[in-house]
């Protein structure tokens, strides 16, 4: 059982950064990749990025390519979105592949891929 827990939620003006950590705790040592996740509303929950819990790897979605750096320390990965747009706004989960080592994260992209997950952490962006 891996236990995700996300911080960081904020209403800020577009342009604005926030950051979000996602703090994992439990039988983590079966974690092989964790995502960040958002969902609108009335919206299917849309991958975000990704970090290897294996092997130096971070991967993003083309919609925030340049503008989100994922990055972890010890038992907590943080999302940093910068130059953000309303389009951002959503709620943002932090979720948990547990599986083979050799796993490929950068392939994990949809919600049904990864095991556990948090509760979110709202952020909305207005302009």
């Known amino acids: 059982q891996v236990t995700l827990v996300e911080s960081g939620g904020d209403s800020v003006q577009a342009g604005g950064s926030l950051r979000l950590p996602c703090v994992a705790s439990g039988s983590t040592y079966d974690t092989v990749c964790i995502g960040w996740f958002r969902q609108a509303p009335g919206k299917e929950r849309d991958w975000v990025a990704s970090?290897?819990?294996?092997?130096?790897g971070w991967y993003y979605a083309d919609s925030v390519q340049g503008r989100a750096y994922i990055s972890q320390s010890s038992n907590t990965v943080y999302l940093e979105l910068n130059s953000l747009k309303p389009g951002d706004t959503g709620m943002y989960y932090c979720?948990?592949?547990?599986?083979?080592?050799?796993?490929?994260?950068?392939?994990?992209?949809?919600?049904?891929?990864?095991?556990?997950w948090g509760r979110g952490t709202q952020v909305t962006v207005s302009s």
């Open positions: 979720a948990a592949h547990t599986g083979h080592r050799n796993t490929y994260c950068g392939h994990l992209r949809a919600a049904y891929q990864y095991n556990y």
């Open positions: 970090i290897s819990q294996t092997s130096a």
